[in-house]
């Protein structure tokens, strides 16, 4: 069964700064999907990211970017120039190309942007 | 546009009570609707999945049930709450392979 991994269960960060949240996946198919999900104090779930497996280009969205790493299974997302809004839950998630399938979350990173 | 509505956003109910959460999407039809729980500071565990009317999968043996009368309407069910029930209850709908949106989810406290 696929598992998703997330090594740091906190992390704090600067305001202004850059942090990368790590996260790990692990799976024997070669068509899937990645995603970061930010879950603030008022525990609305939010996509921050996406990445489709077959793309080689890393994705970017604003402030945050991902480094994909499909032979190594790693799925990093970078957060530059943090806010204090930027304070939440942070969840990796996967899920194959068949829509059929679930998705499965990592247990989540709770980052604290600092002033 | 597509939204996603989940109530109440609070509940508190006392043990052995049932319980009924409820989730609605609109702009869409036949979606892949999700229930979620979520422990305190924990990830998410899937509890059901529903890909049409009547049709419910369960992930999890437990005191939860799940229907779906309606082809955007999902609901949580118990007729005996357990303390072990409270957590945060997400509802997600996925309206394409490669996203799934979330409701604001209901807070549970079971006393």
């Known amino acids: 069964a696929q598992t998703v991994t997330q090594s740091q269960p906190e992390m704090s960060v600067q305001e202004a700064e850059t942090v990368t949240l790590s996260c790990t996946y692990d799976t024997s198919e070669s068509n899937y999907y990645l995603f970061w999900y930010k879950q603030p104090p008022s525990r609305q779930m939010i996509l921050v990211i996406r990445?489709?497996?077959?793309?080689?280009q890393n994705a970017t969205e604003n402030r945050f970017s991902v480094n994909f790493q499909k032979a190594a299974k790693s799925f990093s997302l970078k957060i530059s120039d943090s806010q204090l809004g930027d304070t939440a839950m942070y969840f990796c998630a996967f899920t194959y190309y068949n829509y059929g399938q679930n998705f499965v979350f990592g247990p989540g990173t709770r980052l604290s942007v600092l002033p | 546009s597509q939204t996603i509505h989940q109530w109440p956003a609070t509940l508190v109910q006392p043990v052995g009570s049932p319980l009924s959460l409820e989730c609605t999407v609109e702009g869409t039809s036949n979606p892949n609707l999700y229930w979620y729980r979520q422990a305190a500071g924990r990830g998410l565990q899937l509890l059901f999945y529903s890909v049409g009317i009547g049709q419910i999968s369960s992930e999890v043996p437990q005191n939860l049930s799940a229907s779906r009368p309606q082809d955007r309407q999902f609901i949580l069910s118990s007729k005996k709450l357990l303390l072990s029930d409270s957590g945060f209850y997400l509802c997600a709908w996925r309206p394409g392979k490669n996203i799934q949106y979330f409701g604001a989810g209901t807070r549970l406290s079971v006393l």
């Open positions: 990445q489709e497996a077959y793309k080689q």
